[in-house]
């Protein structure tokens, strides 16, 4: 079974830093990948997501991550992080093939950016 | 308009009692699911509908029935509740299968005295 680790739980970071949020996942096939958001409040919604093509992929808000697939890495990147990026962050990973496509989630880090 | 819609939000109740938290999503998606979020904050997929066919079922406690009377709701039904059953409870539906975005609901907290 898929296992997806966020290395991170708790971030703080003030407001114009550069952020990082680490995720490793372990499956040794082809894998769709997600970075999902919750703001406080507010429902999991979809940050930007990788099925195929350019390793790097851009999300809403400013956000991007890259995919390592000799790393088994998908992490979470954005440049000057802002107050309103306070959330709680999750990876989570799908396998594309082999028949099982159960998704697996990280257990979150959650963000704190102070103004 | 809300996209994917749970009740209760809250859920509060006694050992042994039976509950159901409902589910439905105005997105014409075809799959829907049911995850459960532990006090780690563990998102764990219990089930999921393929237009209204169970389709993932992850070693769920039989205690646990999701029911699926059409391809825009499903529901949970818990039987007698165990102190252990205290989570968030997340809906969630995509289109075209396992491998899509998923859209989540706000979720139910349930907690189990």
């Known amino acids: 079974a898929q296992s997806v680790s966020q290395h991170n739980h708790h971030v703080i970071l003030s407001e114009a830093a550069s952020l990082e949020l680490g995720c490793n996942y372990s499956y040794g096939g082809t894998v769709n990948l997600f970075w999902y958001v919750q703001y406080p409040g507010q429902h999991l919604q979809l940050l930007l997501k990788?099925?195929?093509?350019?390793?790097l992929v851009k999300g809403i808000k400013g956000f991007e991550a890259e995919f390592i697939k000799s790393k088994f890495s998908f992490n979470l990147r954005k440049p000057s992080v802002q107050w309103s990026d306070t959330a709680e962050y999750f990876c989570a990973v799908i396998p594309a093939s082999g028949g099982s496509y159960i998704p697996t989630f990280g257990r979150g880090t959650s963000l704190i950016v102070h103004p | 308009d809300t996209a994917v819609s749970q009740t209760p939000k809250y859920l509060v109740t006694q050992m042994g009692n039976d509950k159901s938290i409902k589910c439905e999503q105005n997105?014409?998606?075809?799959?829907m699911y049911w995850y459960k979020q532990d006090s780690k904050k563990f998102l764990k997929i219990m089930f999921s509908?393929?237009?209204?066919?169970?389709?993932i079922n992850e070693t769920v406690p039989n205690r646990f029935s999701p029911k699926s009377p059409d391809k825009a709701h499903l529901n949970l039904h818990i039987n007698s509740l165990e102190l252990g059953d205290s989570a968030v409870y997340f809906c969630?539906?995509?289109?075209?299968?396992?491998?899509?975005?998923?859209?989540f609901g706000p979720g139910t907290r349930l907690l189990v005295l």
């Open positions: 969630a539906s995509s289109q075209g299968g396992l491998q899509e975005t998923q859209y």
């Open positions: 990788y099925f195929s093509g350019d390793p």
């Open positions: 509908y393929n237009n209204k066919e169970l389709i």
């Open positions: 997105l014409g998606h075809d799959t």
